[in-house]
Nanobody, 123 residues
Framework: QVQLVESGGGLVQAGDSLRLSCTAS????????VGWFRQAPGKEREFVAV????????YYADSVKGRFTVSRDNAKNTGYLQMNSLKPEDTAVYYC????????????????WGQGTQVTVSS
C-alpha cells in the first residue's frame, strides 16, 4: 500500500505563500490522481484541488481558485500545492490523498492519505 508524507506547512501572515509537498512511496503514484483536502477545527474535511496522473486535468474548489496551484512531478513521486495570497480562512490541516474510487472531489472516495500538515494564517 502506498504511503504519503506531507510537508511544508507552517505559520504565516495573511497574503503570504506556502508550498506543500506530498511524497509517496510505491510505484503506483504516477498512475493516480492526487487530491488535496483540508480540515479546519470543528469543520468537515473539504476538497481543495485535484490533479490527474498526467496533469492534464485539474480542478479547484471555488474558495481557492486563482490563489492555489496544484502540480506534480511523477519522477519524484511528489505532488505540490502552491498556496498564494493566503487568508486566515485557509487555516486548516492539509492532507493529500491518492487512489480515488469514484468522485475525485469527495474525500470519502480516497483510499490512501497522508498524516496532514498544519497551515495557520494569521491576520
Amino acid at each position: 500500500q502506498v504511503q504519503l508524507v506531507e510537508s511544508g506547512g507552517g505559520l504565516v501572515q495573511a497574503g503570504d505563500s506556502l508550498r506543500l509537498s506530498c511524497t509517496a512511496s510505491g510505484r503506483t503514484f504516477s498512475s493516480l490522481p492526487v487530491g488535496w483536502f483540508r480540515q479546519a477545527p470543528g469543520k468537515e474535511r473539504e476538497f481543495v484541488a485535484v490533479i490527474s496522473w498526467s496533469g492534464g486535468s485539474i480542478y479547484y474548489a471555488d474558495s481557492v481558485k486563482g490563489r492555489f496551484t496544484v502540480s506534480r512531478d511523477n519522477a519524484k513521486n511528489t505532488g505540490y500545492l502552491q498556496m498564494n495570497s493566503l487568508k486566515p480562512e485557509d487555516t486548516a490541516v492539509y492532507y493529500c490523498a491518492l487512489d480515488p474510487d469514484g468522485s475525485w472531489t469527495n474525500w470519502d472516495d480516497y483510499g490512501s492519505w497522508g498524516q496532514g500538515t498544519q497551515v495557520t494564517v494569521s491576520s
